[in-house]
């Protein structure tokens, strides 16, 4: 009789929190080779994802619902409630316009402006990532 080693629980809250954290960062370094390759739809949208990645481990280390696009924004708004972060309206509005660009034709897309969102993305997952730890 062989012996597995045992497996965490995938819907334990820590676990969930750092698959979590880790698409999200994973989706930021995706968004990044996109953009290199031309691909904005593809860059803006992994964008997009990284931001609602990282909202999504902060709902479950806060323990709030976030099951539907529509409540990214309400994430992003009870964490700048707590947190008194006033850029978090920015950061907001930022994520919301590289999804926008996913169905936006390429001939109105500007790399520029992308690569400028995914700077901010990132600056975003650094300012959530810390209210995803849980005590």
């Given at each position: 009789m062989s012996q597995s080693s045992p497996i965490e629980p995938f819907n334990e809250p820590a676990v969930a929190i750092a698959d979590y954290r880790q ?113």
């Amino acid at each position: 009789m062989s012996q597995s080693s045992p497996i965490e629980p995938f819907n334990e809250p820590a676990v969930a929190i750092a698959d979590y954290r880790q698409q999200a960062r994973e989706f930021l370094v995706r968004s990044r080779q996109y953009l290199a390759d031309d691909d904005l739809h593809q860059a803006s949208e992994k964008g997009w994802g990284a931001a609602a990645w990282m909202a999504k481990a902060v709902a479950e280390a806060q323990g709030w619902q976030y099951k539907r696009h529509e409540e990214f924004a309400d994430i992003l708004n009870r964490t700048r409630n707590a947190s008194g972060d006033e850029r978090l309206r920015d950061y907001r509005r930022v994520a919301n316009e590289l999804h926008g660009y996913f169905y936006t034709r390429k001939r109105f897309l500007d790399s520029e402006d992308i690569g400028n969102g995914l700077d901010r993305i990132a600056e975003l997952l650094d300012i959530l990532e810390p209210l995803t730890e849980t005590s």
